[in-house]
C-alpha cells in the first residue's frame, strides 16, 4: 500500500529520524554506510588481494576487467527493475546479491582462486552490483521523503556512504598487516545483510501524487 505525507514538518536533520521516518531513515543510513565500506575497503584492496591469492599483477588486472565486463548488464537490469518493477524490490536484491557474494569471498576466496571462472562471477557482484545499489540508493533517497527533507535525505544518503569510507580505513589502518580478502568482505557483507530486512521492514515505495509529492513510511495512527 502506498501513503503520502503532508510537508508540515520542519526540515532539520533531525526530522529524519524522528516518527514516521525512523525506520527509514535507519535503513537508508545501513546501505549508504555498506556502500562506503565496500567501495573504500574491498574494491580498494581488492588487487593487491588478489595478487595474494597467488594471481600474479597482470592476471589479478584481467581478472578485475573481466568481472566488471560480465557485471555490467547488472547496471541496466537493475534501472529497468527499478523503473518498472520496484524500487524496494530493487534495493532488497540488489543487497542480497552482493551481501552473498561478499560472504563467499570472505569464506572461500583463496579456494574460488583455483576456479577463475567462479572467481570472475563472484567478483562481479561487489565491484559491479556496489555500484549499482549507490545509484538506485541516491535515486530513491531523493523520491521517498517530502519536499522539506528530501534534499537532507539525500544529504545523508551520501554522507554516511562516505563515513563508511572514513571508518573502514581507520580499522584497517589500525591492523598490523594489510587486510585479507576476507576481511575487507566481511565487513561490507555484515551492513549489506542487515540492510535487506530493514529495507524489508521499513523501506516504501516512491509514489507520486497528483502534486508530485513522494510517497514516505505510513504515518502512525
Known amino acids: 500500500m502506498r501513503f503520502l505525507f503532508a510537508?508540515?514538518?520542519?526540515?532539520?536533520?533531525?526530522?529524519?529520524?524522528?516518527?514516521?521516518?525512523?525506520?527509514?531513515t535507519v535503513a537508508v543510513v545501513i546501505l549508504g554506510l555498506s556502500?562506503?565500506?565496500v567501495t573504500y575497503g574491498f574494491q580498494l584492496w581488492i588487487p593487491s588481494n588478489l595478487q595474494r591469492l597467488?594471481?600474479?599483477?597482470?592476471?589479478a588486472g584481467r581478472a578485475l576487467r573481466d568481472s566488471t565486463l560480465l557485471g555490467?548488464?547488472?547496471?541496466?537490469?537493475?534501472?529497468?527493475?527499478?523503473?518498472?518493477?520496484?524500487?524496494?524490490?530493487?534495493?532488497?536484491?540488489?543487497?542480497?546479491l552482493v551481501g552473498a557474494a561478499l560472504l563467499v569471498l570472505s569464506f572461500s576466496g583463496e579456494t574460488l582462486a583455483q576456479d577463475r571462472t567462479w572467481l570472475y562471477v563472484v567478483l562481479a557482484g561487489p565491484i559491479v552490483g556496489t555500484a549499482a545499489i549507490a545509484?538506485?540508493?541516491?535515486?530513491?533517497?531523493?523520491e521517498i521523503y517530502p519536499t522539506r527533507v528530501r534534499s537532507r535525505g539525500s544529504a545523508v544518503s551520501a554522507g554516511v556512504g562516505k563515513f563508511g569510507g572514513v571508518a573502514v580505513t581507520g580499522v584497517l589502518a589500525a591492523g598490523a598487516a594489510a587486510p585479507s580478502i576476507g576481511t575487507t568482505a566481511?565487513?561490507?557483507?555484515?551492513?549489506?545483510?542487515?540492510?535487506?530486512?530493514?529495507?524489508?521492514?521499513?523501506?516504501v515505495e516512491p509514489a507520486q501524487s497528483p502534486a508530485g509529492e513522494p510517497a514516505g513510511p505510513p504515518a502512525a495512527t
Request: charged share 10%.
Open 186 to 203: 566481511l565487513l561490507g557483507a555484515v551492513p549489506l545483510v542487515l540492510a535487506v530486512p530493514a529495507v524489508l521492514a521499513f523501506g
Open 35 to 37: 556502500i562506503g565500506l
Open 54 to 59: 597467488g594471481l600474479d599483477q597482470q592476471t
Open 7 to 24: 510537508d508540515d514538518h520542519d526540515g532539520g536533520y533531525s526530522r529524519l529520524f524522528r516518527r514516521p521516518f525512523t525506520g527509514l
Open 135 to 142: 545509484a538506485v540508493l541516491a535515486a530513491y533517497s531523493s
Open 72 to 96: 555490467l548488464p547488472l547496471i541496466f537490469i537493475s534501472a529497468a527493475m527499478y523503473g518498472m518493477w520496484s524500487a524496494k524490490k530493487t534495493i532488497i536484491t540488489l543487497s542480497a
